[in-house]
């Protein structure tokens, strides 16, 4: 059964402050690796996908980073306007399902 | 970018009464689309993932007399909540596959729809 882990389940930092977020896997034939941000009350926000051990992916202040058990989310001089619930889910097969990890609630203070 | 139109964004309604939710793609073709339900502070659990012109698949667990889906179109899937319960409050989201499966293999979220059964 596949299965995704995220941690920390919270996290706190000042403005400024970097940090990784985690996400470990356990999938066979995995297709592709997805990073979405959520704000309370709406729908996942695609973020990025990654497909292989080695890729790396950077959009503004974010990076993701995968290899063949986990994958990281790098969030360099975060701002507040970055606080959200960071989500991972995995896709494997051929049947378009996604599974998905609990989620990191991230807060960034001013 | 491809967008998804989730509606409505809230309802409450009343024990015994159904209810319908609409999952639209605007500007592409999806046929298939993806119900899920997420309680406080938990994951997305996928219910039943609906396709065009044929009967939903339903995920273990998820009474398909109860959740009716309906994809009668390349762009719309509806989520009928049948005979709803307090228990059947939560939040509900859409999500559609690009049928041309872009980078990111094309799946987009709707907003969300918090239902309320009182």
């Known amino acids: 059964e596949d299965q995704v882990t995220q941690s920390p389940e919270a996290l706190r930092l000042q403005e400024g402050e970097s940090s990784s977020l985690n996400c470990s896997y356990t999938v066979s034939g995995l297709r592709g690796l997805f990073w979405y941000r959520q704000d309370p009350g709406k729908g996942p926000e695609f973020l990025f996908t990654l497909y292989s051990a080695g890729e790396e992916k950077e959009k503004e202040r974010l990076k993701a980073t995968l290899t063949k058990k986990e994958s990281f989310l790098h969030i360099t001089a975060p701002k507040p306007e970055d606080s959200a619930t960071y989500l991972c889910a995995v896709l494997r097969g051929s049947n378009y399902k996604l599974t998905f990890g609990k989620g990191t609630l991230l807060t960034v203070n001013p | 970018g491809a967008v998804v139109s989730q509606h409505p964004s809230w309802v409450i309604c009343k024990s015994g009464t159904s209810v319908k939710i609409e999952c639209r793609s605007l500007?592409?073709?999806?046929?298939?689309m993806f119900w899920y339900r997420q309680f406080p502070k938990q994951s997305l659990m996928l219910m039943a993932t609906s396709n065009e012109g044929s009967k939903a698949t339903y995920e273990q667990g998820v009474e398909k007399d109860k959740f009716l889906i309906n994809h009668a179109s390349l762009t719309l899937s509806t989520l009928t909540v049948t005979s709803a319960h307090p228990e059947d409050s939560s939040f509900y989201i859409c999500s559609a596959r690009e049928d041309s499966g872009r980078e990111h293999y094309g799946y987009t979220f709707g907003s969300g729809t918090r239902l309320t059964v009182v």
């Open positions: 500007d592409f073709q999806a046929t298939t």
